[in-house]
C-alpha cells in the first residue's frame, strides 16, 4: 500500500527557496499521479500543483505560476516542489497526494488518496 513522507520544509527568508520532496514507499511512483497542496492557518486546504503519471504533464495555482516547479524521478520513487521567490503568503503545511489509475491532474483534492503527514514552510523575515 502506498504511503508518502514530505520532507524539506524549514524557516526562510522572503525572496528565498526550498525544495519539498515526496518520498513513496510500498509501491512504485509511476502508477501516480503526485498533487502537492498546502493549507495555512485558518484557511482552507488548496492545490498548488500537480505532476501526471504519464506524460508529467504540470499544473500550477496561479499564484505560484513562474515561482514554483513540480518534477519527479520514477526511479527514485520521489516528487519534488521547488519554490524560489518564496513570500510570506506562501507559509503553510504542504502536503503531496496520490492520483491512482489514469486520472488526470484536474480532479478534486477530495479524489487523492493516500497523502503524507506534511511538512511545514514558514516564510518569515
Known amino acids: 500500500q502506498l504511503q508518502l513522507v514530505e520532507s524539506g520544509g524549514g524557516l526562510v527568508q522572503p525572496g528565498g527557496s526550498l525544495r519539498l520532496s515526496c518520498v513513496a514507499s510500498?509501491?512504485?511512483?509511476?502508477?501516480?499521479?503526485i498533487g502537492w497542496f498546502r493549507q495555512a492557518p485558518g484557511k482552507e486546504r488548496e492545490k498548488v500543483s500537480c505532476?501526471?503519471?504519464?506524460?508529467?504533464?504540470?499544473n500550477y495555482l496561479d499564484s505560484v505560476k513562474g515561482r514554483f516547479t513540480v518534477s519527479r524521478d520514477n526511479a527514485k520513487n520521489t516528487a519534488y516542489l521547488q519554490m524560489n521567490s518564496l513570500k510570506p503568503e506562501d507559509t503553510a503545511t504542504y502536503y503531496c497526494?496520490?492520483?491512482?489509475?489514469?486520472?488526470?491532474?484536474?480532479?478534486?483534492?477530495?479524489?487523492?488518496?493516500?497523502w503524507g503527514q506534511g511538512t511545514q514552510v514558514t516564510v518569515s523575515s
Open positions: 497526494a496520490a492520483l491512482s489509475g489514469f486520472r488526470r491532474c484536474g480532479l478534486p483534492m477530495t479524489d487523492f488518496a493516500p
Open positions: 510500498g509501491d512504485t511512483l509511476d502508477n501516480y499521479a
Open positions: 505532476i501526471g503519471r504519464i506524460t508529467a504533464g504540470t
